[in-house]
């Protein structure tokens, strides 16, 4: 058997469909999702029609689907313009059936391969099984301070992490509560994944919006199973991001959610975390400009952006 395992697409049609397209060729057998698949870009309900249509597909909710679910039967006018207005939204773009399937998917799954008997375990977050070993130092808004540097080289920082768990007594420990299996997880926007005994920890890292600052491309990690065990081939697939920036820009998440949309854009350019650092940069210019609301309001929210993006 060949899974391809893919995680946090964000509503981004175009790196799916690339990758999808890929796995295919190889040919993978099944598809592994770990949730987080609307929210950030502008195609949740294609992306979501897209996924659920798959056959021999596992799919499973991330933390994203959670903020849509709340903002069901919103009023967008409530929200317009602030903070929160990008999950009202989407929550409007996507149609009752994607709803209702984003509903039904669960927040865990495992199996077993038919062949070879190897478990396999999924949820979005690594802290579901390995605690904080990953994202306490490894996570979208670490890597820019951790590598000051444009590009980085994706060996390097697979490096880097391996190096780290293998000497961080909570990976051990935890390591040693889990049997023996394939562990599945998205969520930190970074891919990389680790062996320890009989176990294989993997993060296909976010098809739909990398963060990991390494090469262009979408990101999806293959798993080939049989007799003798299981084999990791880590792949990023080119594909016009320029072009689906085009795309982006015509959108109606564009027109109507223009300051997350124009962070999100900086973000797919640059494979970098920057919705974090305009977060702080508002809670500072709120505070300057006494403004106590939270979520951020409309006024807020479009200041301190007008602000942030010419630092």
């Known amino acids: 058997m060949k899974y391809a395992v893919i995680s946090d697409v964000h509503g981004n049609l175009d790196a799916l ?3 999808l397209a890929d796995a295919a060729r190889q040919p993978a057998d099944a598809y592994l999702f770990t949730g987080d698949y609307c929210l ?28 849509i679910e709340k903002m069901q039967g919103e009023d967008e006018a409530r929200w317009e313009g602030g903070q929160m207005h990008i ?22 799954m495992s199996f077993r391969d038919a062949e070879s008997g190897i478990g396999f375990h999924m949820a979005h977050s690594s802290g579901n099984f390995i605690g904080k070993a990953e994202l306490g130092k490894f996570s979208c808004p670490t890597i820019p ?7 980085l080289k994706h060996r390097r920082l697979l490096k880097d992490i391996r ?16 049997e023996d299996g394939v562990y599945l997880f998205g969520h930190s926007h970074i891919q990389w994944f680790i062996e320890s005994g009989k176990k294989v920890f993997i993060n296909p ?8 600052s390494c090469e262009p491309g979408a990101p999806y990690t293959l798993i080939s199973t049989g007799k003798g065990g299981i084999s990791v081939e880590e792949r990023r697939v ?26 999100r854009i900086r973000e797919l350019r640059t494979r ?4 974090y650092y305009f977060l702080e940069y508002a809670e500072r210019y709120a505070q300057r400009t006494g403004d106590p609301i939270r979520p951020f309001t409309r006024k807020t929210w479009e200041g301190a952006y007008e602000e942030w993006a010419e630092i």
Do not use: T
């Open 40 to 67: 950030s870009l502008p195609f949740p309900e294609q992306v979501v029609r897209r996924i659920a249509g798959l056959e021999h597909a596992c799919v499973i909710r991330g933390n994203e689907e959670q903020y």
């Open 272 to 275: 970098r975390e920057h919705l």
């Open 87 to 108: 999950s009202c939204w989407c929550a409007h773009a996507l149609s009752a059936e994607s709803r209702i399937f984003l509903q039904g998917l669960p927040e865990k």
């Open 145 to 151: 301070l951790m590598y000051r540097e444009g590009e």
């Open 238 to 263: 080119p594909y016009d991001i320029e072009g689906f920036i085009k795309k982006f820009s015509r959108s109606d998440q564009y027109k109507r959610v223009p300051v997350w949309s124009g962070i």
């Open 163 to 178: 190096g780290h768990l293998n000497e961080n007594q909570e990976f051990q420990e935890q390591c040693g509560k889990l």
């Open 205 to 212: 890292g976010s098809c739909g919006l990398p963060m990991d």
């Open 17 to 19: 469909e690339g990758v």
